[in-house]
């Protein structure tokens, strides 16, 4: 009676160690995405020099860039992203790794700028949001999630340009 509870006993044993590393297997091979989204768009000329949106138009095919610095303030990550049709950017991140040290997570790390706008008349960098010096990230709780996929989704900006001529203000 003992030799057979023994010989269940181990069984159940081979079948746990079994069982647990194909679970932190699969655990393993669910991907996850840093992302961060946010608009561009052209301040109108009666807010140039603020950093009032009242007015402002999307400018799509804008360009903007993600820059991520580890902790000894090197670049680890950079790339160019381009707005929709909309002035909406979603920048995934392919290729970021970051390190255990929380000075590289995405909330301190990383910062995205206007690079250029396609509109003659309105590609002056503004620096609404601080884009001039790198608009910050802000974690809104917002997750995309698949069976074996997660991406956790930042905003940032939104971001201006502002137009190449303004009129001056009358004062009548």
Not at 18 to 27: D, G, K, Y
Not at 36 to 61: D, F, H, N, R
Not at 96 to 105: T, W
Request: include cysteine.
């Amino acid at each position: 009676m003992a030799s057979s509870q023994l010989l269940i006993l181990l069984s159940l044993f081979m079948l746990l160690q079994l069982a647990f590393p194909s679970i932190t297997a699969a655990e393993q091979e669910k991907k996850i995405d840093v992302v961060v989204e946010g608009m561009v768009y052209c301040q109108s000329c009666e807010q140039a020099g603020t950093w009032s949106l009242l007015g402002a138009k999307p400018i799509p095919a804008a360009k903007v860039s993600v820059v991520c610095k580890n902790h000894q303030d090197q670049v680890s990550y950079y790339k160019v992203f381009e707005t929709d049709g909309n002035g909406y950017f979603y920048a995934q991140f392919k290729g970021f790794k970051m390190s255990q040290c929380l000075l590289e997570h995405p909330l301190q790390a990383c910062h995205v700028k206007p690079v250029s706008s396609p509109l003659q008349n309105c590609n002056h960098l503004t620096n609404v949001n601080y884009g001039l010096y790198g608009s910050t990230l802000r974690y809104e709780t917002k997750k995309l999630l698949g069976s074996n996929y997660e991406a956790v989704i930042y905003a940032a900006g939104p971001l201006a340009f502002w137009p190449d001529h303004c009129p001056l203000p009358s004062h009548v």
